[in-house]
């Protein structure tokens, strides 16, 4: 069993660590090229030096050896069929809603743990213990998105497979899941907004965190706390666009 385990953990590895340097990589590339997406707002002018994406990356593979455990602990007990997790196609309408309403489910969660946890390491007795090597670059580079200390990556790591485990869910609402939270942490931190302001000033937009409200998180610290959704924020006093690079307030 213990061969086993290490097996799987070692074969995670590679596949967790190239998921975040290939899609980093590419909006990297696309952001900061020659050509940048023309209806994208640039957040900052200043293009991320080369000695802070080699820090990123490197923390990045640091943080990888620590994702890799617990995601080793649920492959394990998914190929012994001790999770929640089930891959028998629904048959009836509401399991096929389901599938959705998981990924809104663990949303959801998700944006709880993550908010108040990243309040949590912002307190200064656990700031630079936790969460100072993910502020090392102010203006964060989509390199940034998984460059965490020791800490905080073991932090982070546990909560989504721990809920692989509780909540009944078929395994496309998980995988899909995990692209999301993976392509909304690296988005988030390129330093370029892909929706347009109209958007995120609108009834929907104006409840959703992307690059504008991550990007002042990272350039005035004690505000923006949450993931996927503004309502923690919003709750908590701690949501604030003052000084936002594309202008405006965006708020409810």
Same mark, same amino acid.
């Given at each position: ?75 394990? =007990? @998914? ?6 997790? $089930? ?7 509401? #399991? !096929?809603?389901?599938? *959705? ?71 496309? =609402? @998980? ?6 939270? $993976? ?7 390129? #330093? !370029?907004?892909?929706? *347009? ?56």
């Amino acid at each position: 069993m213990t061969g086993s385990f290490i097996e799987t953990y070692l074969w995670l590895l590679v596949p967790i660590f190239l998921r975040y340097l290939l899609l980093a990589g590419a909006v990297h590339h696309v952001m900061w090229g020659r050509r940048p997406l023309s209806f994208a707002s640039p957040l900052t002018t200043a293009r991320p030096r080369r000695e802070h994406l080699r820090r990123e990356i490197k923390t990045s593979a640091l943080s990888s050896l620590i994702y890799a455990l617990p995601a080793a602990v649920l492959v394990q =007990a @998914f190929k012994n069929g001790g999770t929640a997790l $089930t891959t028998e196609t629904p048959t009836s309408l509401l #399991g !096929w809603l389901w599938i *959705p309403g998981a990924v809104l489910a663990l949303m959801l969660l998700q944006d709880a743990y993550f908010y108040w946890t990243h309040r949590l390491m912002h307190l200064p007795r656990f700031y630079r213990a936790t969460h100072h090597t993910h502020h090392t670059s102010k203006q964060p580079s989509s390199f940034a998105s998984f460059a965490f200390s020791g800490w905080e990556a073991a932090a982070a790591a546990w909560f989504v497979p721990f809920l692989a485990f509780v909540i009944p869910m078929h395994l496309s =609402a @998980f995988v899909t899941f995990v692209a999301i939270a $993976t392509l909304q942490a690296v988005m988030n931190h390129a #330093g !370029w907004e892909v929706y *347009p302001k109209r958007f995120l000033d609108g009834p929907v937009g104006r409840w959703l965190i992307t690059a504008r409200h991550h990007n002042l998180h990272h350039t005035k610290f004690s505000r923006n706390y949450g993931l996927f959704f503004r309502f923690w924020d919003r709750l908590m006093g701690t949501d604030d666009m003052s000084g936002d690079p594309m202008g405006g307030t965006a708020r409810a």
